[in-house]
């Protein structure tokens, strides 16, 4: 199972990479563009939904590495049982908000496609790939929740405690 988590986290990580790239050759072509007298239509409105699938692609992996900002004050003064309980609480909370995101952000991909919705910029871009991007990350984010939950729960320092960053090159 951690295997084939551990590729989820992977791919997730290399598809925000993509849209990362994607962004630079965006802007980059927009820049010499400009120089060249070439207009690079709807640069800025394409790198805006690559930033957003590239972010939220990322949530999972960074989550599971433990690059996320996670507020210590409370927690690094509790000990034993008692902090396992409230580690345990707030990942149960945490697992529900990130499902719950990642369910009505589907839902709206899937509502985009249905209508054919597309953006209202020069170049109509169906707003239903970036949605789908952003749901897909969602759910990477809340699968890594789950796994940190569960080993919580069975005793285990979850993977973002580990320090288990994803390793594209692996």
């Known amino acids: ?21 994607a962004i630079a050759l965006l802007i980059l072509a927009q820049s010499i563009g400009r120089v060249l007298g070439v207009a690079v239509h709807d640069a800025n409105e394409m790198a805006g939904f690559a930033l957003a699938a590239g972010t939220f692609l990322a949530l999972g992996p960074a989550f599971r590495a433990g690059t996320h900002i ?3 004050i409370v927690l690094s003064h509790l000990k034993g049982g008692f902090r396992r309980v409230m580690e345990t609480i707030t990942l149960c909370a945490a697992s529900f908000l990130g499902g719950y995101f990642a369910w009505w952000v589907s839902v709206l991909a899937e509502e985009s496609y249905s209508y054919g ?4 910029g020069v170049l109509a871009f169906p707003l239903w790939i970036p949605q789908a991007a952003m749901a897909f990350g969602l759910i990477v984010f809340t699968i890594a929740m789950i796994e940190a939950l569960v080993d919580t729960v069975c005793g285990r320092a979850p993977a973002f405690a580990r320090g ?5 090159n692996e």
């Open 1 to 21: 199972m951690r295997q084939a988590l551990n590729y989820l986290f992977k791919f997730s990580a290399g598809l925000a990479a993509f849209f990362l790239i």
């Open 70 to 72: 996670r507020v210590q």
């Open 117 to 120: 919705d597309t953006s209202p």
């Open 164 to 168: 288990e960053a994803v390793e594209l």
